[in-house]
Structures are given as C-alpha cells and as structure tokens.
C-alpha cells in the first residue's frame, strides 16, 4: 500500500512538473496586464485582438503552410526512398541506413548551420524556400524510418501475385503495395508534421530577415517580452491538438475493439 | 519497376542535402579568409583552447553531463512504474507524457521565468514555509532546470518501450529461482533495458550539451554555453570559420561519447557504422 502511494505521488510530481509552465501560458493568456510579471485581472481581449495581430498571423500562417508541404514533400520522397533502401544490396543499404541517419543523430544546431553554409553557397536567398527545403531535409528520414519496417513485413509475392493476375505495376503499387504502408506512411507524416510545427533551431538559422515562424517569432520577443496574443494563440492550438489526439484515441480504441471482437 | 533507377534519386538527395552541407562545415572550420585568399588553418580548430570558448565548453559539458544523470534518475523509477500499469492507463499515462510537447517549447521554457522569479511562485512558496527568497533566474540551477524539463520525455520513452517488451516469464523464471526484487531488477530488468537506457542517454546529451535557446532564455545572457558561442559566430559575428570549427570540434566530441556509450550496447540495435 505504501509503495503504491509513493508510486503516485512520484508520478504525480513529475506530472506537475511537466504541466506547471503550460498552466502558467494559460493563466496569462486572461491576464489584463501586458506584463507577464504581475496580474492585471482576467479579461478574455488578447483572443479577440490575436486575429487583428497581423504579425503573429502571418506568423502561424508561415508555420502551417511550411508544415503541410515539407510533410507532404517529406512523405512522398522519403516513401520513395525507403523502398530504394529496401530494395538495394546489402553493402548499399548499409551505406544508405547510416547517412539517413546522419540528420536524426547530429546536433541541430549543426544541422541548422550546415545548411546555412549551403543555401548562402548556392546563391538561394534565405526565406520561405529555404525554410521549406531545410524542413524537408531534416523531415525525410523519420518518414524512411516509418516506412522501412512496414517494407520488411510486406509480403514480396502479393504485388507479384498481382502482377500475375493481370495488374499494371501502377495499380500493383497502389492498390496492394500501399494499403500495407499506409501505417508507415501516415506515421511518418505525422511526426514530419509535428517537428516542422514545434522546429526552431534550423529554422532559425535558414530563415534570413523578414520572415518568422512562431517560433522564431516567439523567440525574437524573448527579450523584450512576449505579446499576451502568443499566449492567447498557443492555448487555442494546445486546446484544438488535445481534443483532435483525443478524439484519433477513442476511434482507434473502438476499433480495435471492433477488431477484438471480430477476431 | 527498374530497382536501380529507384535507388539513385536518394543516393543525390544525400550526397547534396547532406553530405554537402557538412562538407562545407569542415570546409570554413579548416580555413580562413586572409588577404591573400582563402587558406588552410588550424586556428579555428585550436580556438576551443582560448579560455573564453573553454570556459564555455566546460560549462556545457558540466551542465548537460547534470541535466543527463539526473533525467536517468527521474525517468527511470517513472518509466518502470509507467509499464507496470495497466493497459488502459498505461497509454493514458504515456499520451499525457508526450501532450506537453505539443505546445510550443520555446513558449513552455519562457514560461518557467514566472516560476523561478523572485516574486515567482516557487518563491512565493518558499516564504510561505519561512525560507529567504533565492536568486533562482539566470543561475546554471535555472538552465539545468529548463534541460530536464524539457528532455525528460526523450529518457522515459526509450526506456519505457523497451521495459514494456520485457517477457513477464524471465521475471518469473528469476523468482521462480530464488532471486529476490532487487536481484531480479539488477541482473534481468536492468540489463536488458540497456539498449533504452543508451538510447535515452544520447536523445539527452545531445541538445542539452549544443543547447543555445534554453541557456539564452533562463540564462539571460548571463550564461553562456558552447552552443550560445557558436550560435553567435554565425549571427551577430558573421565569423563563420570560427563558428564551423568549434562545430567540428563539438561533434567530434559528441561523436567520440556517443561511441563509448554504445560499447555498452552490446546487442548493437544502432546502425552499423554509428
């Protein structure tokens, strides 16, 4: 009985820990005061003026385009790629495993400068292309590694079989290869997704003058204090993520329910 | 489908994107622009030895080295207790575990300055129980404080997904043998969630030791990492060769502990070469 209470306070503790500084974002998101020091009252204003901030609007708008496209983009190529991996000899695979895991494994801030070095070197004029590209790179390997293990369970004979059944490869690839990737595939953009929303490092480095993501935004105000309208913004896209990952989590517990039952 | 075609897209896609990306890195770290041109050089290389860059070094090595044993030290008993649970709440357990992470994390370590402020909560807690205010913002205690809090996740789920494949019969076999809980943790969890644990460290050691933004946030200038210099060679110093070479010689680091961890992996779940 004691262990078990110890068990939950520790787990307790650690939770307040990881949701303390959320609690705060949201406290100060009604705060009247602009200062983030002292309470000024509660006051709902800085959600209605958030939209009539037209920095930190095309701030998010930078941010959800840059994540739709460099997840896509990273999906489809690093979809491609995986195969190519898969499909190569051994030595090959080897070599091309390891340089995929070149990007997951060095520092950002290497990844980040790398990369600067590169698009100043080839004359591309840092902004909303280089952003793009930069997120693209650093997004393709977490969709090869997605996509990879799902290849190695694929059984090779049923795209066979359905070349022998009369399929052109196109619609082998699509109608058998894919639906068995597609776990893979979606993971994969997901994540690409994900990192490309919360990056702040190589965007940091990429981005040249005159354009932000939020986070960049985010961080040029560090110093001089941050508008209550980012933490009006962050709430609303908190709130939105919890109730979108909670309603994905009860679909797919009925069905795996579904699939207990049938099964 | 042409396999040999398929492959080659990928083999460009690396060798540009990658590969001459970092080639330019080792490029300006090993040379330096004079008067009479670009030549080679081992100054920016040597640079780590200026006790300015030193000072910084040791400091992010100090710093980081904490914030990675003390993430193990918390996520390890928070790991086992999560695979214990029951299913449901198991993945309840894990899902709120990674939530934080959706919002932004620049936002999420800003936020922590309202905690440690001298008029902060944490200290306002403190004069409740009688204890003097303490200078809690811009401290090295502040910027391990910003790692842990925000590498934690990245050591509790590597050891968590390998605690939870851990065969219930080898626990059983154990006891069943005469082991007792805690040889049983020593001699058969823990070597077996080793893989995990290595993971778990790297996942950590590796921001936090090339952090710039935690240090620059909760350190207010006043703390000044290896990854703050760095960052710095590249915006307002525009020194790019200073900035390449002290990269080189940070990943060569990271490069040569991430080596020595994983010897004690002797399963070797990384990918060949690395």
Redesign the interface.
């Known amino acids: 009985m004691v262990k078990r209470f110890f068990e939950r306070f520790y787990v307790l503790i650690i939770f307040v820990l990881l949701y303390a500084p959320i609690a705060i974002l949201f406290v100060l998101s009604f705060n009247a005061s602009k200062s983030r020091a002292k309470w000024g009252g509660f006051t709902f204003k800085w959600y209605g003026e958030l939209f009539h901030n037209s920095d930190i609007m095309s701030a998010l708008y930078t941010t959800l385009i840059i994540a739709v496209l460099s997840a896509t983009i990273a999906t489809i190529i690093g979809t491609v790629a995986a195969m190519s991996i898969h499909n190569s000899r051994k030595l090959p695979k080897m070599v091309l495993m390891n340089a995929t895991y070149i990007p997951i494994l060095n520092p950002e801030i290497v990844t980040g400068i790398s990369l600067m070095l590169f698009f100043i070197m080839f004359k591309i004029n840092l902004g909303f292309i280089t952003i793009l590209l930069g997120h693209i790179i650093f997004n393709v390997p977490y969709v090869i590694l997605n996509v990879l293990p799902k290849l190695r369970q694929l059984n090779k004979h049923t795209f066979e079989a359905a070349l022998d059944l009369g399929a052109t490869p196109t619609e082998a690839f699509f109608k058998v290869m894919l639906p068995e990737l597609l776990p893979g595939i979606i993971t994969g953009f997901l994540l690409s997704f994900t990192f490309s929303l919360d990056d702040f490092v190589i965007t940091y480095f990429v981005k040249g003058a005159g354009i932000n993501t939020l986070s960049t935004k985010i961080y040029s105000e560090v110093r001089k204090g941050i508008k209550p309208e980012m933490y009006a913004l962050s709430s609303i896209m908190f709130l939105t993520i919890l109730v979108l990952l909670l309603i994905v989590n009860k679909r797919s517990e009925k069905q795996e329910k579904k699939a207990a039952v049938k099964g | 489908?042409n396999?040999k075609l398929?492959?080659s897209?990928?083999?460009i896609?690396?060798l540009i994107?990658?590969?001459?990306?970092?080639a330019?890195?080792i490029y300006?770290g090993f040379t330096a622009q004079t008067p009479d041109g670009i030549v080679f050089t081992l100054d920016n290389i040597k640079k780590i030895s200026d006790p300015l860059y030193w000072k910084a070094f040791l400091l992010s090595a100090r710093l980081s080295l904490l914030c990675t044993v003390i993430c193990l030290i918390?996520a390890y008993?928070?790991a086992l207790?999560?695979a214990k649970s029951g299913n449901g709440k198991k993945?309840l357990?894990v899902?709120?575990?990674i939530?934080?992470?959706?919002?932004?994390?620049?936002?999420?370590?800003?936020?922590?300055?309202?905690?440690l402020?001298g008029?902060g909560?944490i200290n306002t807690i403190l004069q409740f129980f009688g204890i003097p205010k303490q200078q809690l913002v811009n401290t090295p205690f502040a910027v391990v404080l910003g790692m842990v809090?925000n590498f934690?996740?990245f050591m509790v789920l590597p050891i968590y997904n390998v605690l939870i494949k851990i065969d219930d019969s080898l626990i059983q076999a154990s006891s069943d043998l005469g082991a007792n809980k805690f040889v049983t943790f020593r001699k058969i969890i823990f070597p077996l969630s080793l893989p995990g644990v290595i993971s778990g460290i790297?996942m950590v050691f590796?921001?936090a030791?090339?952090t710039?933004?935690i240090s620059?946030?909760l350190g207010g200038g006043k703390i000044q990492l290896i990854?703050n210099i760095?960052?710095q060679e590249?915006t307002f110093a525009s020194n790019?060769h200073t900035?390449?070479g002290l990269?080189l010689v940070?990943?060569v680091i990271?490069l040569f502990s991430?080596a020595i961890i994983s010897k004690f992996d002797k399963d070797g779940e990384g990918?060949?070469?690395?």
Do not use: C, H, Q
Request: aromatic share 20%; hydrophobic share 65%; charged share 5%.
């Open positions: 489908m396999k398929l492959a897209p990928y083999i896609w690396i994107f990658t590969i001459l990306p970092l330019l890195v300006y918390l008993p928070l207790i999560l993945t357990l899902f709120f575990m939530l934080p992470m959706w919002m932004n994390f620049l936002l999420r370590t800003y936020a922590w300055l309202n905690l402020e008029n909560v809090y934690l996740p790297t590796v921001p030791i090339t710039f933004v620059d946030i990854g760095i960052e590249f790019w900035g390449s990269s940070l990943m990271i991430m990918a060949g070469l690395w």
